[in-house]
């Protein structure tokens, strides 16, 4: 398993808006793609000395190929929807592979 993990920070003028957006557009739409198993939105609880307020957002896929597939077919169009914030957020992305998990 594999997550896409998107860290992003926002600015306060645009915050409410973007996490409608967020919740109600953006992430479902990423669901939608077929390649995401799930996804959690996490606000990060550290305070920026640039400002703004930070979240992570954690996709989970199957595999690497399906995450290469979300890059080739998808990505380009979904991080273009976000153009109605720009110049408001900085985000930056990685790739982790779960190496172990546990419930209970």
Do not use: C
């Not at 915050?15 to 557009?25: G, I, L, P, Q, S």
């Not at 110049?87 to 930056?92: D, L």
Request: net charge negative.
């Amino acid at each position: 398993m594999y997550i896409y993990n998107v860290t992003i920070n926002i600015d306060e003028t645009v915050h409410n808006e973007w996490v409608d957006w967020m919740k109600n557009e953006h992430i479902p739409d990423m669901l939608a793609t077929g390649k995401f198993t799930k996804a959690l939105m996490t606000k990060v609880l550290v305070q920026e000395e640039m400002g703004g307020i930070t979240y992570s957002v954690q996709y989970t896929t199957n595999s690497k190929e399906t995450l290469q597939q979300y890059y080739n077919e998808d990505a380009d169009r979904l991080r273009a929807e976000s153009q109605r914030f720009a110049g408001k957020f900085v985000a930056f992305r990685t790739e982790l592979e779960i190496v172990s998990e546990r419930n209970g």
